[in-house]
């Protein structure tokens, strides 16, 4: 027989080398595949993913601003989540941080100082994002409405406002696409600290940080735990959990709304429907691998970034379709994440005793 049963608290160093452990078996999966079925072989293909990250400086700096921008929406989604609270939503609260700021840049009189517009820009941004999660907070809070379901019908109206948006502020006429906004001018655009990635990087890395002594050590952090644990706990020692619900997702919002900043002021300098780049869905699966940790969001986040960028030079050098990349970053994913049932589970194998009783 196959006994499955919960394991008690695990250790950090035996969890890490599950974690090690899945990763090794999945590339030694992903190496039988890349034999099987291209007979290249597969220390040149891993070779040829490390290139596609690492292989210039400037592949380097878009690795790390990729990584900074996927890991802020990780944790933007983190404190909801760690409150039991499924905010899927992440994708048009960014697209609404976006929207605000575009406009922003677009409208406001090029005659005001640098500064100000940035700071008006940024407050708009994170405005409009925790706006966007405020709605769906306020109807689960007080009425309890499915907040998976609520969160993703958001994400879909933020969409099409952006592209109602995109229409009409398109550049040129006809073009349906606003194209690079004060592309002469270069108003409302964040200013370059040693180049265009360092800044959101510092900005990352501050977050990140924040973000773990936030939900480790501070107030909020222990409300969202125990009302993550049971609703009814928290009311008894007298918590109000309705406050914490809206004041989570504002906070998840809000950080949302600044990486829409980031994407329109400081990487893109314009605005569409698809600038998030379903990194808000992807974000979902980053905080479920990483145990809602910042610290080991890091480590994710680069390792989906680094998948993503190897698919493509795999792609382009072999001479394969795109999707095979992906294949193999789906499998080392799925991998990773299998781990997650060792780690919580222990198997143990037993002979089943038969008692045969004879009737006299």
């Not at 933020?158 to 906004?181: D, F, H, M, R, T």
């Not at 773990?212 to 993550?228: N, P, T």
Request: charged share 10%; with cysteine.
């Amino acid at each position: 027989m196959i006994h499955i049963s919960k394991r008690g608290d695990i250790s950090r160093k035996n969890a890490v080398f599950i974690k090690i452990a899945a990763i090794l078996i999945s590339l030694i999966v992903c190496a039988v595949i890349i034999t099987a079925t291209t007979g290249e072989n597969p220390l040149s293909v891993f070779k040829t993913m490390a290139a596609g990250a690492f292989g210039t400086k400037r592949k380097t700096w878009i690795f790390l601003q990729n990584t900074a921008i996927l890991l802020m929406i990780s944790i933007a989604v983190t404190p909801a989540f760690r409150m039991r609270c499924w905010n899927l939503g992440a994708e048009g609260q960014i697209l609404a941080g976006a929207l605000a700021s575009a406009a922003c840049i677009l409208f406001l009189p090029q005659t005001m100082p640098t500064a100000q517009v940035i700071i008006i820009t940024l407050i708009a941004s994170v405005a409009a994002g925790a706006l966007w999660a405020a709605i769906p907070a306020f109807f689960k809070s007080m009425w309890n409405t499915n907040e998976t379901l609520f969160t993703l019908m958001m994400n879909y109206v933020a969409i099409q406002l952006v592209a109602y948006y995109v229409k009409i502020w398109e550049n040129p006429k006809g073009s349906n696409s606003v194209g690079i906004i004060n592309q002469q001018t270069q108003f409302g655009w964040l200013p370059q600290v040693y180049n265009k990635q360092l800044l959101i990087i510092i900005v990352a890395v501050v977050l990140t940080i924040a973000a773990y002594i936030y939900l480790r050590y501070s107030k909020h952090g222990y409300e969202i735990a125990v009302v993550g644990e049971s609703e009814r706990t928290a009311r008894y020692i007298g918590i109000n959990v309705r406050k914490v619900i809206m004041r989570t997702m504002l906070l998840s919002g809000a950080i949302c709304g600044l990486v829409g900043f980031l994407l329109v002021s400081g990487i893109n300098h314009t605005i569409s429907s698809t600038i998030a780049g379903g990194q808000g869905f992807t974000a979902v699966m980053i905080s479920w691998m990483s145990k809602f940790n910042p610290l080991i969001m890091v480590l994710s986040s680069g390792l989906l970034i680094f998948m993503d960028a190897g698919a493509g030079d795999i792609a382009t050098y072999f001479g394969l379709n795109q999707s095979f990349g992906d294949m193999l970053t789906a499998i080392i994913i799925f991998f990773i994440i299998g781990s997650e049932f060792f780690a919580n589970y222990r198997i143990s194998f037993a002979r089943k005793n038969k008692e045969v009783k004879e009737n006299v």
